[in-house]
C-alpha cells in the first residue's frame, strides 16, 4: 500500500456494532461485528480504507474477502457484493 494509506473501523455513534478490529500489518485488517448492538438504521459496521496518493486501480489489484455482503463505496460508484462462503 502507498504511503499514507490507512485502514480503519467505522461504526454508528453511539453503537458498539464492531466488536473487534485488528491490523496485522499496513495492508491487512479485519474486523468483528455485532449488528444486534445497533437498532433500526443503525445496524451496520464497516472499514474506511485510504489508498492515500499514488495507488493505481487499473496497475494494481485491490482484494477485499468477507463472510457476509460486502458493499463496496468508491468516489465514483456504489456496489454490492454478496460474497458466498
Known amino acids: 500500500m502507498p504511503v499514507g494509506s490507512s485502514i480503519i473501523d467505522m461504526e454508528p455513534k453511539g453503537y458498539n456494532t464492531v466488536t473487534?478490529?485488528?491490523q496485522t500489518s499496513s495492508s491487512v485488517a479485519s474486523f468483528t461485528y455485532d449488528l444486534a448492538n445497533g437498532t433500526g438504521d443503525n445496524r451496520w459496521a464497516g472499514a474506511l480504507i485510504s489508498l492515500g496518493s499514488g495507488f493505481?486501480?487499473?496497475a494494481n489489484?485491490?482484494?477485499i474477502s468477507?463472510?457476509?455482503r460486502v458493499r463496496v463505496i468508491t468516489r465514483w460508484c456504489w456496489r454490492t457484493l454478496?460474497?458466498?462462503k
Open 20 to 22: 473487534g478490529f485488528t
Open 56 to 58: 493505481n486501480l487499473a
Open 61 to 63: 489489484d485491490l482484494v
Open 66 to 68: 468477507a463472510v457476509t
Open 82 to 84: 454478496k460474497v458466498t
